[in-house]
């Protein structure tokens, strides 16, 4: 039989590694800012397993309470122009027509004295350098570290919707996908949260089905009825 000091003893240690309790009023201001995010580490309702002896990935709780969305924004925005600006300037440079000349036909750009090795290192550097710098920005947005979530199909599922409701291939088109696809998210998740992954997936497949080029085509072919009625017959 266990000595009796002993087991009074046993409910005052704490094991090594384990988190301290927040102090009340950073808890309470935290849960005004991010709901839930007092309770669960900060995030998006998904936990991370912390390891004895292991420093909690994520911001302080005294950063927590001073996190401010907005300063995010603008740097996302300030992100998203300078994308655009930097393709528009590719696609009228003489790097993107050769780009453009090797997608069509490798062989005969090469041909013409294109280089495709240098022009293909150059994509991979700029697409790559904007990639990165997006993902520094999305880790900036997050509060706490979850690993396995920047890596779940949404990602690649998000980015192929936006561009596919905008326009593939069209500078405008990806930037109004997004808007447009950002908007309807919001909404339907809030509308109807069991079912609104079924409806952008049925959106996806009838405008890949009846709208190829997206947004812009659609507008193109309004502009082209317009200007058609307008005629005199």
Known sequence: MEHPRRLRGAGKSRP?????????????????RHPGAARDGGGRGHGHCVRAGHRR??????RRVLYRL???????????GISVIVVAALATSRAGLGMRAI??????????????????L???????????????????YHISYYPAHPFGPQWTFDALL???????????GPVL???????????????WVDI??????????????????????????????????????
């Open 177 to 191: 996908g997004a808007v447009l696809y950002v908007t309807l998210k919001e909404y339907l998740a809030l509308r």
């Open 57 to 62: 990935r994520g911001l302080s709780a005294a």
């Open 162 to 172: 936006m561009t596919f409701i905008g326009g593939v291939g069209t500078l405008q």
């Open 103 to 120: 997608r069509e036909d490798e062989e005969a750009a090469e041909a013409s004295g294109v280089g495709a090795l240098s022009l293909k």
């Open 196 to 233: 609104h992954l079924l409806i952008f997936g049925a959106l996806f497949v009838a405008i890949v089905l009846l709208l190829p080029g997206g947004l812009v085509q659609a507008a193109e072919r309004a502009r082209a009825l317009l200007g058609g009625a307008r005629r005199p017959a």
């Open 70 to 80: 907005t300063q995010r924004y603008y740097l996302a925005l300030a992100l998203a």
């Open 16 to 32: 090594r590694g384990l988190l301290r309790p927040r102090r009340a009023g950073d808890a309470h201001a935290l849960e005004r």
């Open 122 to 140: 150059l994509a991979l550097a700029l697409s790559t350098a904007l990639a990165g710098l997006a993902g520094g920005l999305f880790a900036f």
